[in-house]
Structures are given as structure tokens and as C-alpha cells.
């Protein structure tokens, strides 16, 4: 989340610990991102505080890959919002529902693939228009890799993804840091499950619950790096304070967290 990040420290440290960070760290500075690529990132409605150059296309707000495909599309689909602090904003949604994805792993260890099916489930539970299936061996829709990075100025990253592409596909690919300080050297497959949940969403086209206040999940100040062009839709009936605990909070809690009613209502909204 800078990531997903999980915060070694008090929460009031991560602003100081985010701006110490950049400068140890050796991935490359902001810098060397272009004003036009920052301005595409900025018009998406996405922070552009913390952006990195990754292979697939640009990290932001910590765990969120950004593709040429998505940088380059107009947004339409609006915001969606629950409550005042709340918004889960949609890029491409997943169509062609009712529709199953198939979710599989590569080279991970059993607490990874029992997370994995721990997601699966709870997705299922929601009895949503979009399904999810584990599968062992095949090519799934969504597979699940790993990859290790040791922690960075009090941070850790967890795992990432990206959006649905514009043809209505989920976003293909979920990394997961198998370093032992983002699970521990015995991974508690119900943490990692609530990790891969959270990765799921942005798959199938969830943004950060609160990208407008990154203070209630991550600590620190507020982080909102500006306004979006693109519009909101209310979800009637939702609340409109703020609420701490949705499954879409840019940063964990490190623990197992899970859907709470305003995401079931979001869920279903989009689903
Ligand atoms: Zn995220």
C-alpha cells in the first residue's frame, strides 16, 4: 500500500517515516516520472505522491498497478461512494456477468494457497453475480505469484494488483511479498487471505476506501492529493461518517480484516 503496507510503528510516525523513506530508498525518485504521466495519474482521480516505475506500468497509493491501458483511458464510470469519507471508484468494471473467475497460485507456500481459498469463499458467501473458483493446475484468470522485498523506512509492501482492463476482464495478476516481515516466517493464512481479498477487489475494480484520508488506515496526515474530474454515485442508505474498517483501506491493520456492511453494499452495488 505505500502499498499495501503494514506499519511497523506508531501510526503518528508514518508521515515522517514515508518522507525518510524516499530518500533510502532504491527504486526510482518520483523525479524521473514525466509532469504528463503524473498529470494522467492526478486526472484519474489516483494520489500521485508515491509513484513508481514497476514493470507493468506505475505503482500508486502503495499496492495499485496502473497500466498504459489504464492511464491512457477516459474515465466514465464515476465514483462510487459510500458515506462522506468513503469512495470506491471504478475504472472498467468485470462484465459479462453472471460470469465465474478462476483463481489459482504459482510457486507459493500452503498458508498463500489456503488464503487464497479463505478469499474465495468469502466472495462466494456474498452470493454476488461474480463468482470466484480455485483451481491447482490450468491457466486461471487470476494468478497469484510471489515475490520478496525486504521492509523500507517502516514499510512494508504485501502485494499489489491493478484494474480491470477496458474489454471487462479482471486484472490478471496478484504479487504477494513472501519476505518473512510482511507474514512472518509461519504466515497466518487468514491475514494472508484478508491480503489477497483486498488485492481481489482491486482486480475487479475497486479503488481505496479512503484515498481522500489515507490518515484513518495509514496514520499520519491526510493524504489527498487532489481532485478528480470524474463524478460520484451515492449508494442510498449507506452512512454518511466515517468508517474505519472496510476491506478497501489503503493501508492493513495487520491482522485478518474482512468485509464490513458498507463493502457488502458496494459489493453488491457493482455486482
Ligand atoms: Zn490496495
Not at 530518500?23 to 504528463?36: D, G, L, M, V
Not at 509461519?186 to 475497486?206: K, L, M, R, Y
Request: glycine share 10%; with cysteine; hydrophobic share 30%.
Amino acid at each position: 500500500m505505500r502499498k499495501w503496507f503494514k506499519t511497523f510503528m506508531a501510526a503518528g510516525f508514518a508521515a515522517i517515516l514515508i518522507s525518510a523513506c524516499k530518500k533510502e530508498t532504491n527504486q526510482p525518485a518520483q523525479e524521473e516520472i514525466s509532469q504528463e504521466t503524473l498529470l494522467k495519474i492526478q486526472a484519474l482521480g489516483f494520489g500521485t505522491s508515491e509513484v513508481r516505475k514497476v514493470d507493468e506500468g506505475y505503482l500508486v497509493e502503495g499496492d495499485i498497478i496502473l497500466t498504459d491501458e489504464n492511464l491512457n483511458s477516459s474515465p466514465s464510470q464515476g465514483i462510487l461512494r459510500v458515506g462522506s469519507d468513503e469512495q470506491y471508484r471504478t475504472t472498467n468494471l468485470v462484465d459479462g456477468l453472471p460470469r465465474v473467475i478462476t483463481v489459482g497460485t504459482s510457486g507459493l507456500t500452503q498458508p498463500f494457497i489456503d488464503g487464497a481459498l479463505q478469499t474465495v469463499s468469502r466472495y462466494n458467501a456474498l452470493n454476488l453475480q461474480i463468482k470466484f473458483q480455485y483451481i491447482s493446475s490450468g491457466k486461471p484468470d487470476i494468478i497469484i505469484r510471489g515475490f520478496n522485498q525486504p521492509p523500507s523506512g517502516g514499510y512494508i509492501t504485501l502485494g499489489s494488483a491493478g484494474f480491470p482492463t477496458t474489454n471487462g476482464n479482471p486484472y490478471r495478476e496478484i504479487k504477494m511479498n513472501t519476505n518473512q516481515y510482511a507474514y512472518g516466517t509461519n504466515p497466518d493464512p487468514t491475514f494472508v487471505g484478508s491480503v489477497i481479498q483486498h488485492e481481489i477487489g482491486h482486480c475487479i475494480g475497486f479503488r481505496h476506501t479512503d484515498y481522500m484520508d489515507r490518515s484513518y488506515s495509514c496514520g499520519g496526515a491526510k493524504s489527498n492529493e487532489g481532485a478528480s474530474n470524474v463524478g460520484a454515485i451515492h449508494i442510498p442508505g449507506t452512512p454518511t461518517g466515517p468508517d474505519a474498517n472496510s476491506w478497501m483501506l489503503a493501508c492493513s491493520n495487520g491482522r485478518d480484516r474482512t468485509f464490513n456492511s458498507n463493502d457488502k453494499s458496494a459489493l453488491n452495488y457493482l455486482y
